[in-house]
């Protein structure tokens, strides 16, 4: 997760009052992304899961995942996500919530919104999760068409407005693609009047029901435009001094993207704050999957993350999470424990590597079955990761030579 508004606090408080950066600290085990059913009430375009309507076979049972939290713990996990399919389809969800919260985890619930009303939105609150992010993919038209149900835009609208006068720290999540860029500025307004806490923006990935809508992604300038987009209103905040809190996943380019943003903005008047602010895009180190962040699906079947839902590397019904995830000599888990990774192509040259540790590899898996090649879905040019000067680029581009062109 790319953490926007964090990072622009961090230049701002430093055009106040300069300090150095400080080193940057491990994290003491992976956040964990936990697909507690696969079952779902919607079936979205970019369903990652593949999700139904119906029950899924050998899914967990109470008892195997409270098992499980108690491993999690010795595994020095900080932070558990829980999702599906839909989360709150499990009967057991509140049980489940209240051992992790009794067992010291920061606890999130990841929705899509559609079924959080009046009838439990005491249970919800009483659940004292410290996030629940609901998922609204555009305006209502789009929003719709996309979870391919009727009313559920004016649904989980009225779970926001509900979540926000119960006091629950909430968030809007939506999936860019080229159909809803231009509901983009509409949505941001949306999350003011609705005050809502938090913006979480995700690049499409291809796996899952989105592989098969990979043709959808936003195009480059379009996914460079929503994030300069994202970056301004982010700096209006903090600017105003509204508590908000932008931030993005599935695009670790987003890093590079920021410092050049803020190099535009701020490089001249404020250099060594921008200098700053790529040594914390260092630290931060982009791509996490496999080190900082982990998947448990509804079977029990554990992954690198979310996104790589075919590639298993245990499993908590007969092995535990924190054996596998010390031990585990897995190829694909020890690449990406690789520093720098082993990427090939323009992402083994590019200048940034170091902070967007490769990008997300799953969409080079998707498109060309290597999952070190070159990222398809990095939205910066050949001269914006270094590889060659302006005037390279558009000579090559007057000769029709084929290469990442973005404006």
Not at 89 to 96: A, F, H, W
Request: contains cysteine.
């Amino acid at each position: 997760m790319f953490r926007i508004s964090q990072l622009l606090k961090t230049l701002h408080d430093d055009m106040v009052d300069f300090k150095p950066v400080k080193p940057s600290r491990k994290m003491p085990g992976p956040v964990v992304i936990w697909n507690l059913i696969r079952r779902c009430n919607l079936r979205c375009k970019h369903c990652y899961s593949t999700s139904l309507d119906i029950d899924f076979k050998d899914e967990l049972t109470t008892e195997q995942i409270k098992a499980t939290i108690d491993d999690l713990k010795v595994a020095h996990v900080p932070v558990l996500i829980l999702s599906g399919g839909e989360p709150l389809l499990r009967p057991d969800i509140y049980e489940i919530t209240a051992y992790a919260k009794e067992k010291g985890f920061y606890v999130a619930l990841s929705t899509n919104g559609t079924l959080i009303d009046e009838s439990n939105i005491d249970q919800i609150k009483a659940a004292n999760y410290q996030y629940v992010g609901i998922s609204i993919d555009g305006l209502e038209e789009f929003h719709d068409e996309f979870r391919r149900q009727k009313g559920s835009f004016k649904t989980s609208m009225h779970a926001i407005k509900l979540c926000q006068e119960a006091g629950i720290k909430i968030g809007m999540r939506l999936c860019l693609t080229r159909e809803n860029f231009d509901d983009l500025p509409a949505m941001l307004d949306l999350m003011e009047e609705y005050k809502v806490d938090k913006f979480y923006l995700s690049h499409l990935n291809y796996s899952g029901r989105g592989k098969r809508n990979a043709e959808n992604d936003a195009m480059f300038k379009m996914t460079k435009d929503a994030m300069e987009l994202l970056y301004e209103r982010a700096w209006s905040h903090i600017s105003q001094g509204i508590d908000t809190d932008f931030v993005t996943g599935n695009n670790d380019a987003d890093g590079p993207f920021l410092l050049q943003w803020a190099m535009k903005k701020f490089g001249d008047s404020h250099p060594e704050c921008v200098a700053n602010l790529k040594q914390r895009l260092i630290n931060w180190g982009g791509n996490a999957s496999g080190v900082n962040v982990a998947n448990i699906d509804n079977t029990g079947t554990i992954h690198p993350d979310t996104y790589w839902w075919n590639h298993p590397i245990g499993n908590v019904k007969t092995q535990k999470f924190s054996e596998v995830w010390r031990d585990t000599q897995d190829p694909l888990m020890l690449g990406f424990r690789e520093s720098p990774r082993p990427v090939k192509g323009r992402c083994a040259s590019c200048e940034h590597l170091a902070i967007c540790g490769g990008n997300t590899r799953t969409r080079a898996f998707a498109q060309s079955g290597d999952a070190w090649a070159e990222d398809p879905g990095c939205y910066l040019n050949d001269v914006e990761i270094g590889l060659m000067s302006q005037e390279q680029f558009d000579n090559n581009k007057a000769l029709n030579i084929p290469m990442v062109e973005v404006n």
